[in-house]
């Protein structure tokens, strides 16, 4: 039971990080207003490390000397969308896939905060930094770019520039975190059998033990379709299925407005959010129906829009790849390089 109730609160890999917000209040740090046209509006007490001094390190150094590392879950969608940033942007990391059960890799941090996704950063001559919270990871690494000098930027003519926030921008980044996001559970924990399946990443993605693995599929297994369940009820969902083709629908009418992105000719951070936030479900049968050309309950604008974010980072710059991103819209540079030729 107690194994359950970790699982529960920690969030396991996909519903648990929806429910993140929720229980990092409810565990320890204290959340100020967030005002997310501001790129750095650190809520959480856990990222007051983040200081003027390692923006300035952090903003003066070439990305390729940030020498990120990312704690995750491969399908979480919070954590998904700090990886599409970071590829977008052309920012090389490590991934370090965190146990769901016990999470040792987060608690030689802190006891009481077991949230993913979770970054370190250490610029040069600097210490390693942790940041918590996907919205805040990517807020403060986007203000770092931002003020960088062309000649210290390290990064090659693709990666859009760090133009400022619009609150349009800002609005869209809210809505993928408290409308978009809170469809998914249901959608993919709607049977046992697709929440057991939920957890099959981990053979490919973990370095946990047979036994480990499934004990996780099972205990997480139960604990995300009484989750996927609950969420109907708690957010009003009418039809999960439905909602989520809606709010695709939305987003590509409203959000897009007629243009390539949501930035215009490339994409913004509203673009990145909802991108990394849906590229989560590729693995599952409710991201096969999203993206199916057939799905008449879906707009061609929506799935060209996707298609075109592949593109805008076609290469992952994850050091440690899976030999399988493909399946997640996400390739190594090899495989990239094979495409292209």
Known sequence: MNAVRRFSSAGSVLAAATASKTAAAATAPTLKPFDPAAPLALRSSLNANVTGEVMRALSSSNVSEWNVVLYQYQTCPYCNKVRAFLDLYQIPYRVVEVNPLSKPELKSWSKDYSNVPVITVAPPNNQPIRIVDSTEIISALYQALSEQKSEKAGKSAAAPAAVPVTPDAAKWRVWADESLIRLFPSNIYSSLSESFASFDYMAEASSMSKMQQLSSKVVGGLVMFGIGRRNVKKYGIKSPRGDLFAAANKWATE????????????????????????RSLAGFRVGQELFAASNDAVGAAFRDWYQRMCRQAPTSYRNNPLPKLTKYCESTPAAAAATSA
């Open 255 to 278: 959000g897009l407005n007629g243009a390539k992105f949501h930035g215009g000719d490339s994409a913004d951070l509203a673009d990145v959010t909802v991108f990394g936030a849906v």
